[in-house]
């Protein structure tokens, strides 16, 4: 697991620095609203359409391959796009084709990463280990930013897409090294077509109770949550003065939130009851946008802003492992698609509707309505059957079914 762990996090961290580089060029190339659009939408829309097809082929290939795969690809349209650049070749459509490449190529690797998890983990440890994986994450948001200022204006924009190749390679060849078994499919399951098992996915959603309320929760909350990471930084503007140290203050308080609820989650709160952890963390999103919107002062809203990134760890992990825990393995794939179709389309279906909107009302209102919103749809969402069916389920920590080869890949990883 810790080889996973390391080679995860060195592939990410390149992916992040090029994800900061692209939209500071394409901001500061063009200079247009317009652009930095397409640019979102290039890199959200491809992950959202292609994930469902990803989730598939995570539950009928080997997850390991198919990560390798796909980051060897985003790792190949990368290296061809640092190439073309290098001898002039800079159209804006060039680099939003590269763009989409690599948010298509997520698109697969993400529902396989979530999938392998629960494979290399053992049942006991998957809350711990899911909330080191997003300490790591949020460690990643707070050191990519800087890393991607500093080498963006020593070197400029080529360079960067060589060292995303790199830690690509470094990833790929530290996954080769982790033994990550092919699940057996029942006979049934193993004539499946791919239209079958994409059919069957989605069935099995609607028949799980649990599953299908923790899907629905996940979206409404994370939609709604969209309205902070979006606007504030247009509130800090226009109520607190728009000096650049506010801005980047901003940022730095929310991934102290993100990194400090990372560090909980995997020590003291790793054992806690995954669906309380989620409960008190949505409660504390609709107080903390609240707040947002009612703070009289910056130092208030920085402090309402490391709270809010405080409380994504304890919900984002909570919710991971209890669809790891509960979800039968052989669909974790075909489950985490619809998942990452969710944390895909959320920025720009969020962009579309609270980016107008902010020009329309009071931001301030805007944050209080969304606030209260959330505390009111979770208390909606507990009382409808389904909510009530997913606590009997959820209050007593499932044990995973061992899947074929679990134990030698743990004692694998562990020796």
Same mark, same amino acid.
Not at 92 to 115: D, N, Y
């Given at each position: 697991?810790?080889?996973?762990?390391?080679?995860?996090?060195?592939? $990410?961290?390149?992916?992040?620095?090029?994800?900061?580089?692209?939209?500071?060029?394409?901001?500061?190339?063009?200079?247009?609203?317009?652009?930095?659009?397409?640019?979102?939408?290039?890199?959200? !829309?491809?992950?959202? $359409?292609?994930?469902?097809?990803?989730?598939? $082929?995570?539950? /009928?290939?080997?997850?390991?391959?198919?990560?390798?795969?796909?980051?060897?690809?985003?790792?190949?349209?990368?290296?061809?796009?640092?190439? !073309?650049?290098?001898?002039?070749?800079?159209?804006?459509?060039?680099?939003?084709?590269?763009?989409?490449?690599?948010?298509?190529?997520?698109?697969?690797?993400?529902?396989?990463?979530?999938? =392998?998890?629960?494979?290399?983990?053992?049942?006991?440890?998957?809350?711990?280990?899911?909330?080191?994986?997003?300490?790591?994450?949020?460690?990643?948001?707070?050191?990519?930013?800087?890393?991607? %200022?500093?080498?963006?204006?020593?070197?400029?924009?080529?360079?960067?897409?060589? $060292?995303?190749?790199?830690?690509?390679v470094i990833g790929i060849g530290l996954l080769a090294l982790v033994a990550v078994p092919t699940l057996e499919r029942a006979p049934g399951q193993a004539a499946a077509t791919y239209r079958q098992d994409l059919v069957e996915g989605a069935q099995y959603i609607r028949?799980?109770?649990?599953? /299908?309320?923790?899907?629905?929760?996940?979206?409404?909350?994370?939609?709604?949550?969209?309205?902070?990471?979006?606007?504030?930084?247009?509130?800090?503007?226009?109520?607190? %003065?728009?000096? #650049?140290?506010?801005?980047?203050?901003? #940022?730095?308080?929310?991934?102290?939130?993100?990194?400090?609820?990372?560090?909980?989650?995997?020590?003291?709160?790793?054992?806690?009851?995954?669906? /309380?952890?989620?409960?008190?963390?949505?409660?504390?999103?609709?107080?903390?946008?609240?707040?947002?919107?009612?703070?009289?002062?910056?130092?208030?809203?920085?402090?309402?802003?490391?709270?809010?990134?405080?409380?994504?760890?304890?919900?984002?992990?909570?919710?991971?492992?209890? !669809?790891?825990?509960?979800?039968?393995?052989? =669909?974790?794939?075909?489950?985490?698609?619809?998942?990452?179709?969710?944390?895909?389309?959320?920025?720009?279906?969020?962009?579309?509707?609270? %980016?107008?909107?902010?020009?329309?009302?009071?931001?301030?209102?805007?944050?209080?309505?969304?606030?209260?919103? =959330?505390?009111?749809?979770?208390?909606?969402?507990?009382?409808?059957?389904? %909510?009530?069916?997913?606590?009997?389920?959820?209050?007593?920590?499932?044990?995973?079914?061992?899947?074929?080869?679990?134990?030698?890949?743990?004692?694998?990883?562990?020796?």
């Open positions: 697991m810790v080889l996973f762990l390391i080679g995860q996090t060195v592939s $990410l961290f390149g992916s992040m620095v090029v994800q900061f580089v692209v939209m500071w060029w394409v901001t500061l190339e063009t200079g247009s609203g317009s652009a930095v659009a397409l640019y979102a939408v290039a890199a959200f !829309l491809p992950q959202g $359409l292609i994930s469902l097809f990803g989730g598939v $082929l995570a539950d /009928r290939m080997n997850r390991r391959v198919l990560v390798m795969t796909s980051d060897g690809v985003i790792a190949a349209a990368t290296m061809t796009l640092a190439v !073309l650049m290098s001898t002039g070749v800079d159209e804006l459509w060039i680099l939003l084709l590269a763009v989409a490449v690599r948010s298509a190529g997520a698109g697969f690797q993400t529902p396989a990463v979530q999938a =392998m998890i629960p494979q290399l983990v053992p049942a006991e440890q998957l809350m711990r280990v899911n909330g080191v994986f997003q300490t790591i994450q949020s460690a990643m948001a707070l050191l990519a930013p800087a890393a991607a %200022g500093a080498l963006f204006a020593a070197f400029g924009i080529v360079p960067v897409f060589f $060292l995303d190749v790199i830690t690509a028949s799980q109770p649990t599953v /299908r309320w923790l899907l629905v929760l996940y979206a409404a909350i994370f939609l709604l949550t969209v309205a902070p990471s979006f606007v504030t930084p247009l509130m800090l503007m226009r109520s607190f %003065g728009s000096q #650049e140290w506010k801005l980047a203050a901003l #940022e730095i308080v929310f991934s102290l939130g993100m990194l400090l609820g990372g560090i909980l989650i995997s020590t003291g709160l790793a054992e806690r009851a995954r669906m /309380r952890l989620i409960l008190v963390a949505v409660n504390g999103f609709g107080i903390a946008t609240v707040g947002l919107g009612l703070s009289p002062t910056v130092w208030v809203f920085f402090g309402f802003m490391f709270a809010l990134g405080l409380l994504v760890p304890p919900f984002s992990t909570s919710f991971m492992t209890l !669809l790891q825990e509960t979800v039968e393995p052989t =669909m974790h794939g075909r489950v985490f698609g619809y998942v990452s179709i969710v944390m895909a389309m959320a920025t720009p279906i969020g962009m579309a509707v609270f %980016g107008p909107l902010a020009d329309l009302v009071s931001i301030r209102a805007m944050l209080v309505g969304t606030g209260l919103t =959330m505390i009111v749809v979770l208390s909606i969402a507990t009382r409808t059957p389904s %909510g009530r069916a997913a606590f009997v389920a959820t209050s007593v920590v499932p044990q995973r079914p061992s899947d074929t080869g679990h134990a030698e890949a743990v004692k694998a990883l562990t020796t």
